[in-house]
């Protein structure tokens, strides 16, 4: 089962279990920076398996 990296500016902010899981870190994050970043454009989302990753646009968890 994957896990998922949530990369803010290219570091890792937080590892999370599930598809959930990012949706409502996005969630609180949107939330946090109405005021400089409410569409998250400085967040990324790394879908993370034993041999590697896929990054996983963030959209998608909007």
Not at 33 to 61: C, S, W, Y
Request: aromatic content about 8%.
């Amino acid at each position: 089962m994957p896990t998922y990296d949530v990369m803010v500016d290219g570091e890792r902010a937080a590892r999370v279990k599930s598809e959930d899981d990012v949706r409502a870190w996005i969630a609180r994050y949107r939330e946090e920076h109405q005021q400089n970043d409410p569409d998250a454009t400085h967040v990324q989302v790394i879908k993370v398996r034993l041999l590697g990753g896929t990054m996983i646009p963030r959209e998608r968890f909007f």
